[in-house]
């Protein structure tokens, strides 16, 4: 049962970065794109930014383009969304999500909360 385990979160000032890391365990991390989702209080979760499995295509929503970088270690069967330049509106829950690509599995990790003051 592959399991995500996300860490990094915290509380920053706007204009300040933090970096999250999503540990997934077992041994077919190649086999799942990886992507960062967020869900801000009394609104719906939201894409955030995704990579293949091999780390050569990302994918970003428009909000945090040139902000934000998600990649991914295979060795370390990790990926990392490094965020800088963050703003309020960016405080949310972060949640890692892992599709497979053989088997259509979607999984969840348990989210990290980022909170940006202003």
């Known amino acids: 049962q592959v399991q995500l385990v996300e860490s990094g979160g915290g509380l920053v000032q706007a204009g300040g970065s933090l970096r999250l890391s999503c540990a997934v365990s077992?041994?077919?991390?190649?086999?799942?794109?990886m992507a960062w989702f967020r869900q801000a209080p009394g609104k719906e979760r939201d894409f955030v930014a995704a990579?293949?499995?091999?780390?050569?295509?990302?994918y970003y929503a428009d909000s945090v383009k040139g902000r934000f970088t998600i990649s991914r270690d295979n060795a370390k069967n990790t990926v990392y969304l490094q965020m800088n330049s963050l703003k309020p509106e960016d405080t949310a829950v972060y949640y890692c999500n892992a599709r497979n690509r053989y088997n259509g599995a979607n999984i969840w990790g348990q989210g990290t909360q980022v909170t940006v003051s202003s």
């Open positions: 077992g041994r077919t991390f190649t086999n799942y794109a």
């Open positions: 990579i293949s499995r091999s780390g050569d295509s990302t």
